[in-house]
Nanobody, 121 residues
Framework: QVQVVESGGGLVQPGESLRLSCTAS????????MAWFRQPPGKERELVAG??????????DYADSVKGRFTISRDPAKNTVHLQMNSVKPEDTAVYYC????????????WGQGTQVTVSS
């Protein structure tokens, strides 16, 4: 079984930066994909950024709405994935969820409880 815990959310002003972290624990071996999703108020959950690993290089992908502003990265020594959020906008306001997929997770992955990000002046 795999557990993931998010941290780093909070209130920020437009144009500022914020870094979210997601740490995996449990049967973390054979995790090959981790991602950040978000759910804005009254909307469905959407993929923000994902990182696939297991080989010699990582493969990343981003939603069009965050390309050039957000960066996903992985620290394998700490079993942690970060989401660096720069130049945030009010429309980035959402609950951000971490997801991990691997051999010991359900088919849709292991989900965290979420961390609130609010962008407001």
């Amino acid at each position: 079984q795999v557990q993931v815990v998010e941290s780093g959310g909070g209130l920020v002003q437009p144009g500022e930066s914020l870094r979210l972290s997601c740490t995996a624990s449990g049967n973390i071996f054979d995790i090959y994909f981790m991602a950040w999703f978000r759910q804005p108020p009254g909307k469905e959950r959407e993929l923000v950024a994902g990182i696939a690993f297991g080989g010699s290089t990582n493969s990343v992908d981003y939603a069009d709405s965050v390309k050039g502003r957000f960066t996903i990265s992985r620290d394998p020594a700490k079993n942690t994935v970060h989401l660096q959020m720069n130049s945030v906008k009010p429309e980035d306001t959402a609950v951000y969820y971490c997801n991990a997929i691997g051999r010991y997770t359900p088919p849709d992955g292991a989900w965290g409880q979420g961390t609130q990000v609010t962008v407001s002046s």
